[in-house]
């Protein structure tokens, strides 16, 4: 079992440009997050998903879209991107809502 | 809002001594409380998942114990060793699908 992976590792952007980054899961899992990680701040919710096919905004969701069109894996969508998102950012998946969440290994975003 | 606060930001300790990390959350009606370790560049790895009925979970040299009334959860690791140099991260999960995080904790263990 890979667990959760998530493409690319790092990348660099200019403002305004777009990117996708992509996160796979192999477990099977039914719930699937995308978060974000800033110095001195916890993670941050910015979409989940509770399944295949549906998505859900949480905490930080601005300038962001995702997806969800098949169940291993959650596509986060940056339209026009912004030095705010400069950030690291982390997918996860989970069975059931509640119960742990695996994480993958994050991707470092730059935006200059 | 849950606001989940981490004190001490950072640690440093003696290879062998006990020790304790605190999390401190606002809303008392969680659902579960986790611990997560992070290691430098990486992500996160559960540690222990209590839930809001527990008031402890404990696996080998960790023990996490949870107040709900007092909205404090505790992580102990006896017997500190180099390896468990990292940040250690608390995260609520509240009736709405969200976990809600702290800031964490970064141990450093000295050989």
């Known amino acids: 079992n890979a667990g959760v992976t998530q493409t690319p590792k790092f990348r660099v952007l200019k403002t305004g440009q777009s990117m996708t980054l992509l996160c796979a899961q192999d477990m099977n899992h039914e719930y699937m997050y995308w978060y974000r990680q800033d110095p001195g701040m916890g993670l941050r919710l910015i979409h989940y998903s509770v399944g295949e096919g549906t998505t859900a905004k949480g905490e930080v969701p601005d300038g962001y879209n995702v997806s969800r069109l098949k169940k291993q894996n959650f596509l986060l969508g940056l339209e026009s991107a912004a030095p705010s998102q400069t950030s690291v950012y982390f997918c996860?998946?989970?069975?059931?809502?509640?119960?742990?969440?695996?994480f993958g290994p994050g991707t470092r975003l730059l935006v200059l | 809002k849950q606001e989940v606060t981490q004190i001490p930001a950072a640690l440093s300790v003696p290879e062998g001594e006990n020790l304790v990390l605190n999390c401190s959350f606002t809303d008392s009606a969680i659902y579960n409380l986790q611990w997560f370790r992070q290691d430098p560049g990486k992500g996160l790895t559960s540690l222990l998942l209590?839930?809001?009925?527990?008031r402890e979970q404990t696996s080998g040299r960790l023990n996490a114990s949870l107040d709900k009334s007092s909205g404090r959860s505790t992580l102990y690791i006896a017997a500190s060793q180099p390896g468990d140099s990292a940040t250690y991260l608390c995260?609520?999960?509240?009736?709405?699908?969200?976990?809600?995080f702290g800031a964490g904790t970064t141990v450093t263990v000295r050989a």
């Open positions: 209590i839930q809001s009925s527990q």
């Open positions: 995260a609520v999960r509240g009736n709405d699908y969200k976990l809600s």
């Open positions: 996860a998946s989970s069975y059931y809502d509640g119960e742990t969440q695996y």
